[in-house]
């Protein structure tokens, strides 16, 4: 099967475990019917049967939804066909996830679940909201390189969440920008009609840009209980699929990206929505140790910060998470055979 995925990448999960749900391949197969298209031309390459859509409980692997984005990316007559599809999605699409969305408190709550939960519908990107004052940014990271489908997934994607976020707000959820980090095209027209507002292309970051405030609007279907049980089911999802991911690449990720103060094992597993007796179970799975991972980010945030800063060693030891400057030169000493001097003198 012709594969979409960039081999410099390692994706979080394997690509050739069953991790999608159908639901969002049916909504593509729907889109091609009405355009008068053979559904089953959607499916071509993945070895995959119209029939195996059928099942709203089948998985299909990340390497055969990856194939029917750039399927559908050649066959529809949409230029912005990803856009259409995420119009269609409804909360219940996304099953137990939906639902623990639909009963959040607000809507900050709700964009809090999709993002800690958002591998339950696939890795194709991390969700991240970042919050500056007044302005909240939903960001989708570490976006998988699927050329030529990429921008079909970033379509469905971005406008899936937005759909979700008017529906969950009865239509209160307004941008203010959308950030794409691709070229603009002759589909201009279709973004700023669905979304709205001013849409930027060949940005650094994918982010819906919106007033803070919004966070706080509550949602009609609010019902702590049901939240909670809803999230449980989700977790399990998760352990679930976690037997699958590449657990030592996503807490390597997880501590690079966290200051600190965030960079124990209780702080990563909460991350990864899992116990930590759960993690570590996964990561002696993988052959590796929470501590093996965290010096080994160490190490490399400690090289890098004696080569390209003029931190002082106790600055650096700081920002590496030792309380005593004296714990990071024996620790660098052990990762290198040198100090932190000598080798700064030595690579400046």
Excluded at 48 to 72: E, F, G, H, K, S
Excluded at 217 to 227: G, P, R
Excluded at 318 to 346: C, D, I, M, V
Aim: negative net charge.
């Amino acid at each position: 099967m012709e594969s979409y995925i960039n081999p410099a990448i390692t994706p979080r999960f394997s690509l050739d475990i069953p991790v999608e749900p159908v639901i969002y391949s049916r909504i593509f197969l729907e889109i091609l019917a009405e355009e008068g298209i053979e559904p089953a031309r959607l499916l071509q390459g993945t070895d995959l049967t119209v029939a195996d859509l059928a099942d709203p409980a089948n998985l299909i692997t990340v390497t055969q939804q990856i194939r029917i984005y750039a399927n559908i990316a050649s066959q529809s007559k949409h230029p912005a066909v990803g856009l259409l599809s995420g119009q269609r999605f409804m909360p219940h699409h996304h099953g137990v996830w939906g639902y623990a969305m639909q009963s959040a408190a607000n809507l900050g709550q709700a964009i809090r679940i999709f993002n800690q939960y958002f591998d339950v519908a696939g890795p194709i990107a991390r969700q991240v909201l970042q919050i500056d004052g007044k302005v909240a940014r939903w960001q989708s990271l570490d976006v998988l390189p699927i050329e030529p489908a990429r921008r079909v997934g970033v379509e469905e994607m971005l406008s899936g969440n937005f759909n979700l976020c008017k529906q969950l707000t009865a239509g209160r959820f307004k941008l203010k920008t959308l950030n794409l980090d691709y070229p603009a095209s002759d589909v201009n027209e279709y973004y700023e009609e669905l979304f709205q507002c001013q849409v930027l292309f060949e940005q650094d970051h994918i982010e819906m840009i919106f007033d803070a405030s919004l966070l706080n609007l509550k949602l009609k279907n609010a019902d702590k209980e049901s939240q909670q049980i809803c999230e449980a089911r989700c977790r399990e999802l998760l352990d679930k699929l976690g037997r699958g991911v590449d657990i030592v690449d996503r807490v390597r990720r997880i501590i690079y990206e966290n200051s600190c103060d965030r960079r124990d094992v209780d702080s990563v597993a909460s991350t990864l929505c899992m116990s930590t007796r759960t993690l570590r179970r996964h990561l002696r799975a993988a052959n590796a140790s929470f501590r093996e991972v965290l010096n080994e980010v160490q190490e490399a945030l400690a090289l890098d910060y004696l080569q390209r800063t003029d931190l002082s060693i106790d600055e650096i030891a700081f920002l590496l998470g030792y309380s005593e400057s004296s714990n990071f030169r024996h620790a660098f000493k052990q990762w290198t055979g040198q100090t932190p001097s000598a080798y700064r003198k030595l690579n400046s």
